[in-house]
């Protein structure tokens, strides 16, 4: 078994307790990693190293200039090493070594783009109305971040907080999920080899009561960047403005992904089959509401069920698998449970339904790609987030019925448009109530795009030029001439 410590100040240590906890291969649902049980008191020492970094050393001291060419080194790094750090995270959290490579071959992209934000970070000299005074304004660091991850996509989530905070010049203390702590702790150790000074970034694993809460807590952080379920997420909001911190929040969703008769019909079958199953449907993005148009309705669904029957599932290390095992235990029964919750519903089962006892999956945690049809929009199984390969396919008439149905749900993160009359893309784009909407694409992501949710969804955007404001602090200057 692999070990795994804190790393504090740029160096590994135990935590405080001394003890540790399993990390688990979701392929082979045995532990493989021994990971440190942080406590708050290494939260405490975390942040302390991450405020003295911001206060009082190399990184304070350095130019927006130099900050920002450093991140071109960090970028650099990571790209070399892009392969190891794909096959750490597929180890600890099932994602496919076709989908994870792709990933963190694409994640320096955001290290060179907010390195070039760095020295573009200006105040502004305002025209004041009043006679006698010089006004300016200046942009800060915001202070120490607190980063808390889920484990679905542990580097790329991670990445899109992180790039931006230190472009802004913050330094951070990062809380990975208990079930995917490795590669975020690979990566830092990558960052520091690569000339990233000590104490600007650190981590601390362990569980969400007895770490990520004491990061929330501490008042040396000035903000809290989350991304997690709607739940953690409400908790950490009320928490973080107890103590009146900044907070960004990307939570869940329950995604319409919407196929009008008039669409590419090849297009957006690929795109609803890939919409859900894509990551094993453990995309806060997953599209888990198939929204068809009635005219088409059967044609689609026969040709969805086709498609998804041919998914190859197995070993996510083989280049050849389509859909690997869901992440974590728990996960997997929380999955199973939802298929019967929909049974019991009505819903009626067109694929899938069980776990997974193909050969191929070992003693995994699959379950076999599943489809409902008939679904009715106000069930459990069309309102609650699966965050797993299930798929509920809802009938609509017409243009309003299908934009009354994609709202209707307290989420709203993104959203599929398939079809071929702009004039209806239009229409849908500005109607649906969602951060994103894809017209005849689904799941695409950048660097450059804003990202987020609106309802319950989350508050704020990551990613895009804006993002950095998240992580500075304006300062007005009046100087009486
Ligand atoms: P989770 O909320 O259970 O955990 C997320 C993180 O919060 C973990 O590191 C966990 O240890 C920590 N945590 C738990 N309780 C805490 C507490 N009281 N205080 C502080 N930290 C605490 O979520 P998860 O199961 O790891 O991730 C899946 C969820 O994440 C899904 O709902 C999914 O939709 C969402 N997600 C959203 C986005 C997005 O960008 N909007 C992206 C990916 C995943």
Not at 26 to 33: C, E, I, L, R, S
Not at 60 to 80: E, N, Y
Not at 245 to 261: Q, T, Y
């Amino acid at each position: 078994m692999q070990t795994y410590q804190l790393r504090i100040n740029g160096r590994w240590r135990d935590s405080s307790t001394g003890e540790f906890f399993d990390s688990y291969d979701p392929f082979t649902g045995k532990p493989w990693a021994s990971v440190a049980r942080g406590s708050a008191a290494d939260v405490d020492d975390a942040v302390h190293a991450a405020h003295d970094a911001l206060t009082n050393s190399a990184w304070s001291q350095m130019t927006a200039s130099a900050r920002g060419k450093l991140l071109h080194r960090l970028g650099d790094a990571i790209a070399a090493n892009s392969a190891e750090l794909a096959r750490t995270e597929v180890r600890d959290n099932g994602k496919l070594f076709a989908e994870m490579s792709a990933q963190t071959a694409y994640i320096p992209e955001w290290f060179y783009y907010y390195g070039g934000l760095a020295d573009k970070i200006e105040g502004s000299v305002v025209p004041l109305d009043k006679k006698g005074y010089f006004a300016y304004t200046t942009s800060a660091p915001v202070g120490v971040v607190g980063i808390i991850t889920p484990w679905n996509s542990p580097l790329l989530l991670l990445t899109w907080k992180l790039a931006a905070a230190l472009a802004a010049g913050c330094t951070v203390v990062i809380k990975p999920s208990e079930h995917t702590s490795a590669s975020t702790l690979e990566f830092v150790a990558l960052l520091e080899e690569a000339g990233l000074p000590a104490g600007v970034v650190n981590v601390v694993t362990g569980f969400g009561q007895e770490v990520g809460s004491p990061l929330v807590d501490h008042p040396l952080v000035r903000r809290v960047s989350f991304t997690g379920s709607d739940a953690t997420g409400s908790r950490i909001g009320a928490q973080a403005a107890g103590g009146i911190k900044h907070v960004g929040l990307e939570l869940g969703g329950k995604s319409p992904n919407i196929i009008f008769d008039d669409a590419d019909l090849d297009a957006a079958v690929n795109g609803a089959v890939s919409g859900i199953f894509a990551a094993t449907g453990q995309t806060c993005i997953a599209g888990s509401r198939l929204l068809v148009q009635s005219s088409v309705h059967d044609e689609v669904v026969r040709r969805v069920v086709e498609l998804s029957k041919t998914a190859r599932m197995g070993d996510p290390a083989d280049p050849d698998t389509q859909v690997g095992p869901v992440t974590t235990r728990d996960q997997y029964e929380k999955v199973l449970s939802y298929i019967e919750i929909a049974r019991s519903e009505g819903a009626q089962l067109s694929l899938g339904g069980a776990a997974a006892t193909r050969p191929e999956c070992g003693d995994g945690w699959f379950v076999e790609p599943t489809i409902f049809t008939g679904v009715d929009n106000s069930s459990r199984i069309a309102q609650e987030e699966v965050f797993g390969p299930v798929l509920s396919v809802i009938r609509f008439d017409d243009e309003a019925e299908a934009i009354a149905i994609a709202n209707d749900s307290r989420y709203g993160l993104g959203a599929g448009v398939w079809t071929s009359d702009m004039a209806r893309a239009f229409r849908m784009t500005a109607a649906i109530e969602s951060g994103t909407v894809w017209v005849n694409t689904y799941r695409a992501v950048s660097y450059m795009m804003p990202f987020g949710g609106v309802k319950e969804s989350g508050l704020g955007r990551e990613n895009g030029i804006s993002a950095v404001d998240d992580y500075l602090e304006t300062k007005s200057v009046w100087i009486n001439t």
